[in-house]
Structure formats: C-alpha cells, structure tokens
C-alpha cells in the first residue's frame, strides 16, 4: 500500500479501554477466507451480509458499499436504511435487498446475516444512533 495512514478519529481513549482486538488484514489472506466457488454453488452459498446506514442525503454511501460487497463476492446483501433511499438503490442495483431500517427489521436483520457493517452514511442523529444500540450487543462479525 505504500504510506499507511490511520486515523482513529477521535477514538483513541475509548478502543485503548475496550476488551477488542484489531487486526489489520490484506489481500494475503483471502486464500485462506475463500475457497474457490464451485462452479454450481448457488449466491446463498457465499455468506449473508447486512448493511446498517444511509441517513438523509447519504444514500450513495449505503448503496456503495452494497455494491461493493456483491463485487466483492458476497452471497446475499441485504441494505437496511432510509425509506426514501430504497427507489434510488434498488433502480441502480436491484440485486440488493433494500428495506426501510426499523426496529423489526434490524432484529431480523442480525439474525439473518453472517456478517454486519454497519455505518455508511448513519451520520450522528438520534436515528442512527438507535441502530447503533440495537447492533452493540451483537455477537457476529461486524464492521463499524
């Protein structure tokens, strides 16, 4: 990668007191994460991955990261986020499950998937901070 730059962005004190252990990865490893597909297997085969975030005006953020986890080879992708976001999301990639992010939705939503990210767009507002609590608790892999 050349120069590494990291930036905890304000979060220092707080990972410094957390029980977490931070790896960082690279494509090196993907060998090893990945077998190769069969030439048969079915998208559900390859892993469920739910999408927490896209608060007003950030849409292209959600709908980016959407994007790039099915280029990246997850099976299934499943976008929770704002209503107003799913028309545009769905028009642009309509192999995304896009659903409007409510309480029942994210409770289903974390069981159902494999893996979370959550964070794209969520921005600061009471909004994506009541998604944040539903998911702190969560014990899946995650990215915030």
């Known amino acids: 990668v050349g120069t590494l730059h990291h930036n905890a962005l304000g979060l220092e004190n707080w990972l410094a007191g957390q029980d977490t252990h931070i790896t960082r990865f690279d494509a090196s490893l993907l060998a090893q994460w990945l077998p190769p597909r069969r030439p048969t297997s079915h998208k559900g085969d390859h892993g ?81 901070k009541q998604a944040l609590q539903k998911a702190e608790n969560f014990r899946k892999p995650m990215l915030w």
């Open 48 to 128: 469920r991955l739910l999408i927490i975030g896209g608060d007003h005006g950030t849409a292209g953020a959600i709908r980016m990261t959407g994007e790039a986890a099915l280029r990246s080879g997850a099976g299934l992708v499943r976008v929770l986020t704002r209503s107003e976001n799913i028309p545009p999301i769905i028009t642009a990639r309509p192999e995304l499950m896009v659903h409007e992010l409510a309480t029942q939705a994210i409770e289903e939503g974390l069981e159902w998937a494999d893996v979370v990210v959550i964070g794209p767009g969520l921005g600061q507002q009471e909004w994506g």
